[in-house]
């Protein structure tokens, strides 16, 4: 699929056709025709080198010696011992519970993401009445902070809550977010609650793309509102859809705030903890941040791993 | 675009890496020094402090403050609370680490003192001359059990909230229980008594410690209770966990009968159990009372151990003060550590807010408070019995290690307590043993 | 598909919006079902925020059904005062406002540039660019942290300083693909024309690039705004001085630490929660129109 704009060159091959930018004579761009582009992108660059590039890089050198913070002035022995802190963090019963537990909540999150967005961003496409209020409706838990809201369901699902209270007999117990079955996937219905306004956004946009006309030949056969849906709402926002699922995914993976919140830390018996929180607990609370750097690296080379094979399956062939 | 797409991305991230890696070994770890330690420890000047951000406290400090700047014009002293964060430990490490500690902190917590002397965060009191010297005369012998493993002191135990087990009159009237003389006295009557309380109808919950896992909660229910039954032992002592004996198996054992029958709740209360009246015991110190004043009609009683005990230990909960290496003007900074635990200062400090200096023969020193105090008086005769958090390597670790095997095997019950006491030991003595 | 649009003035936004608005009239109507669905999906999303309210303004918490609407008796709206009290909602506000708006700053007359040139200049090493721009999004914060505290703070002395503060979040990468995705949009044969002309490249930037663009703009705004609105590890580490913390930090801290001694304890923290989530609230519903806008759906295609 062709864009508009697009030249398709992907890679840093200069353009050797057309004329220059003063429409001067061709002449061999060795920066490329609008070698004026690399300034504008200077400070971009500069910045991911500077607060992403460095730190990541430190990052990789802290999870390769045996290192703590020191206050400054102060010499320690800092030894490579190349991928021991790798080891240790693998084969740590809490750091592997803790990615079942992150798969467990991708799991749950993802295709309930995917899901409920495309067909909320169907129906609020479709709405007239009472459009806007319905619109801000879904998007108001996703501009509000973690810390704030929640207070709220704890609030609402803690024993004598309100959930508990409708539930009446079928409540479970032990409650929600001290049940070790429940736990996680509670968390996943609080975090797919709070960032569905988003990836509806996202599908609600890429909706308006599709053009009418399809609706209407596709009513004209006789297909009702489900086959329109399957037929052509669905792999018309295929780009979407894999926007969708790579985003919630990441976002998913580094979890950290939400079961830190709403489970007090690990949860009951770690079967909340994320990969993150074992991070933060072991580098920032036990002053472990080598072991902490360790976790992080394999967590970031998991997560492009998923989302590599995922971009594969979702897209399919396209583009 | 895709094909193209991810070898940009791959090729960026090597790229990055690298780069990233190569400059941070180049400039990173960066330790210049800054030597010239020695004549820091006699200069004179402002200093920074930060004390606790409790409103009593907050209060004494800034009287404290304002007392010694009026007499100092030349070494003023600028205090603030402590930035707040769910603990203080990583609020002080983090500032070490960056280099903008303030000199003195009132809220150091002994079980964060090996990590930031690991750091090269503390300045060891024993280098001012009468360093040492201070801190026997007031506290006494309960001072060594702020000594670090090299031998040196880098804390001044400042106050103790030794940990009691409190109780709501008014719930336990409720219940049919006798509450001015309740029967406390042994764990098993403990047990007995959260079984009335909770069969009566009169609480829901007999008693309700976090149920959290942050590695400081064992303090609130396992320590205080182990410290009774062993009569003052430390978690670890000379690099060896202790607690998996019969005495701290049955300390265990005792709260996971509460849990089990309901008697204590798994999930975390929002808010102070106790002083909302959702709980008929409770676990604390001190300074609680005031949280306490006007909303329970409460009463206290010494942690019982197995069996009756005239003299029981318990739990210090003690913050104590210490001096950071950022320090510029140590002189002046030790010159106030010893204003601020004067006689005059502790006895402000006892007065207004209840927490009990570290200092020997209390209730001698303060007698006319204690007369007209008498509830406090039970604290400060048990604030010479305390046990502290004992003072080795990886402490934070060492707690978080025992918190996981009693959340697994007390709270939740998914391990017998003999298997995850096991389990912890061994991974305590070995965290003890590192360097 | 449907966006072979011929470039249009900045005028020519409302044009496309009435177009949307005409195609909403052809499509089928929302079934009553539906409808009613929808409704109750709406429902369920904003009823802890109607609790929250709620209970900001309870005097004493009541977790029962019946807590839910509000009792006359059990109202005061003295929780924000105690929070008021307890830490200064304004200057908190203050701080929150220009952390965030700095990264607004930031985000806007960077990424413009360098989505910009992602999109219609050809340079040397832009694929290398793109690659970084779809990296950081795939590295989780928290691992750099540590090390971006340390340099921060320490090697360059930013600590308690709004620069130090902004700088992590400087520029936005997902409003920077926002960006370029909606500067891919516009034909390159527009941008050659102007080339041919003799234009320069800031120049064609600014006069043409830009105004086809204000939706995204607007759009990368508000995406950017939610970010250091409610980000709390960061300025958390970075400020030790209450003066200089922004909302979400004395929140929290007030949470964690105060709230035990006030007279709600949760109807504060709701009070405060309420205040924190109040201005992202009035900016979305402000701006909610421009959100919707058509051309954003390119930027969802790869």
Redesign the interface.
Known sequence: ?T??????????V??LE??G???QRKRP??????????L??A???L???G????????????SLHQ??????????D?PFVGLDNYVTVLSDP?VQRSFINIGIFLVINVPLTVGLSLV?AN???????LR??????????????????V??????F?????VN??LGPLAPS??W??N?WLAMPTVALYVT?KQ?GFFI??Y?????????EL??SA?VDGGN?WIQFWNITVPG?R??S??VTL?AT?TG??L??EPYLLT???????ASASP?FL???K???????DV??AL??V??IG??LV??IQ?RLV?GK?? | MKRGKNHARILSIAAMAVLGTTLAACGGGGATGTGGAGSATTAKGPIKIWYSNNAAEVKWGKDMVAAWNSAHPDEQIDGQEIPAGKSSEEVIGAAITAGNAPCLVFNTSPAAVPQFQKQGGLVPLDSFPDGAQYIKDRTGDLADQYKSSDGKTYQLPWKSNPVVLFYNKDLFKKAGLDSENPKLSTQSEVLDTARSLVKSGAVQTAIWPSPSSDFYQPWFDFYPFYAASSQGSQLVKDGKSTFNDDQGKQVATMFQTLYKEKLASAEAYQGDSFAEGKSAMALAGPWAIAAYKDKVNWGAVPVPGPQKQDKSYTFSDAKNVAMYSACKNQGTAWDVMKFATSQDEDGKLLTETGQMPMRKNLTTTYSDYFAKNPAYTQFADQASRTVEVPNVSNSVQIWQTFRDAWSKSVIFGNQSIDDAFKGASDKIDQLAGQK | MALDNVPRTAAGEPAQAKQNEASVEKRAHLGVGSFILLALGAFVFLFPFYYMFIGSLQTSPDTSVAGAFPNPANLTPENYANINGSINLLTGLANSGIFTGGVILGTVVFGILVGYALAQMQFRGRGVVFGMLLLVQMVPFQLLLIPLYVMIVRDYGLADNYLGMILPFAINSTAVFVFRQYFLQLPSTLFEAARIDGASELRILWQIAIPLVRPAIVTAILLTFIGPWNEFLWPFLVTKDAAMQPLAVSLANYISNVAATAANPFGAILAGACVLAAPAVALFIFFQRQFISTNIGSSVKG
């Open positions: 699929m864009r508009p704009g697009s030249t398709g060159a992907p890679l840093q200069s353009n057309g004329k930018p003063k429409g761009a060795l920066l490329g025709a609008q070698p004026l582009g690399l504008f992108s400070p971009y660059v910045y991911v080198l607060v992403l590039a460095f730190p990541l890089g430190y990052a990789v050198y802290i290192f703590y913070f020191t206050a400054p002035g102060v010499q320690v800092r809490q909320l129906a609020l496409n479709r709405v007239q009445k806007t209020f319905f619109r801000v409706s879904y998007y108001v838990p996703y501009v509000t902070a973690s810390v704030a809201v207070g709220v369901w704890l609030f609402l803690q024993q004598n809550g309100l209270s409708l032990p409650s977010l001290v070790s609650w569905l956004l996202l609600l946009a890429a909706l308006q793309n599709i053009p009418d609706y209407e009513s509102k926002v780009s979407a894999v926007l985003l990441i993976a580094n950290f705030t007090g830390g690990g949860g009951p018996d770690g993150v991070m933060y607990q580098g920032i609370l036990q002053g472990n941040p902490a750097a992080g690296v967590l970031v997560v492009l989302t590599l971009k897209g396209e583009d």
